[in-house]
């Protein structure tokens, strides 16, 4: 089995041929982000991925942004999902992944959702897998496993940086859920959580070895689990962002730290933790001169 790591547009403060360069430059397979508003757009879109080489994964909020509108119904989720799903096929991803639902919506009224949402993909002709994200029907491990016990066909992007701050703990206690989200995983965002955040200041600081190794051993167990049901290819992105994700200073709003270096010194030590774990071998690419040891 490959990993193949892809670039996030969240926080990238560049165009798209920038973005591009950067996928070359750091090895990365692909972009994920969401799709451009208009046909124009989303041609020259595909078009220039395309050209590169790289990959694409379509990022979809259903009735919302990463924060849904709280009264929207079912059927606008789904209505919401539609539209999106439909424009995403112009640019050719690989697959969906959709942030969807609401959190306080019942185990039941998720499950019809989820249903019909995988009913859609099926339609589209396009693979889509639902992020384990806050405010959303899977923002926290037992409603998580709720909805899973009963859509045995229902695939995850996993990202539990989310439960970390929503359960207030590193999630190691919920071993039976982690094994069952491992059998639903498609997809993994690789940002570290804590227990009073879904985003440590910098993953290599020492302060914050504990949980990037939490995280670590979630991911393992994965790929682990893709590799036992046949995968030939598994995805991930770095998902480190901004909007109140990245620590700033007090009064000056300054960046603790770089998220694009960030997130490249993530790609980088999780292939070589695929490497180490699954006896691959990892791509090598040039880290920047400021990047923290990848020692554990």
């Known amino acids: 089995m490959e990993l193949h790591i892809f670039k996030t547009l969240w926080g990238h403060t ?27 757009e989303r041609k020259k879109f595909r078009t220039k991925l395309a050209q590169a080489g790289l990959g694409f994964i379509a990022e979809i909020c259903t009735a919302g ?52 949402a995988m009913a859609m993909a099926d339609k589209l002709g396009v693979p889509a897998c639902f992020e384990t994200h806050r405010s959303r029907s899977l923002f926290n491990p037992w409603t998580t496993r709720d909805i899973l016990l009963q859509l045995p066909a229902l695939r995850l992007t996993c990202d539990f940086s989310h439960w970390c701050v929503v359960c207030e703990r590193l999630i190691d206690t919920e071993s039976e859920v982690l094994a069952l989200c491992a059998e639903r995983a498609r997809h993994i965002h690789a940002r570290v959580g804590y227990d009073q955040g879904p985003q440590v200041p910098h993953p290599a600081a020492p302060g914050h070895r504990e949980a990037l190794e939490a995280h670590e051993r979630w991911w393992t167990q994965i790929w682990r689990s893709q590799s036992a049901r046949g995968l030939s290819v598994s995805t991930m992105t770095p998902e480190f962002g901004p909007d109140g994700y990245l620590h700033c200073l007090p009064f000056t709003s300054i960046p603790v730290a770089d998220l694009s270096q960030i997130n490249h010194w993530m790609a980088e030590r999780e292939r070589q933790l695929f490497a180490e774990t699954m006896g691959a071998s990892p791509a090598r690419v040039a880290l920047p001169s400021e990047t923290v040891s990848l020692a554990r």
């Open 14 to 40: 560049g165009n798209l041929d920038e973005a591009i360069a950067a996928c070359h430059e750091q090895d990365f397979a692909g972009i994920e982000g969401s799709v451009p508003a208009g046909p124009a």
């Open 65 to 116: 942004s990463y924060v849904p509108m709280r009264r929207a119904t079912l059927p606008e989720h789904l209505e919401s999902l539609r539209g999106q799903a439909e424009a995403a096929l112009d640019c050719h991803p690989r697959f969906l992944t959709v942030i969807a639902g609401c959190d306080a919506w019942s185990i039941g009224q998720s499950v019809d959702f989820f249903g019909a």
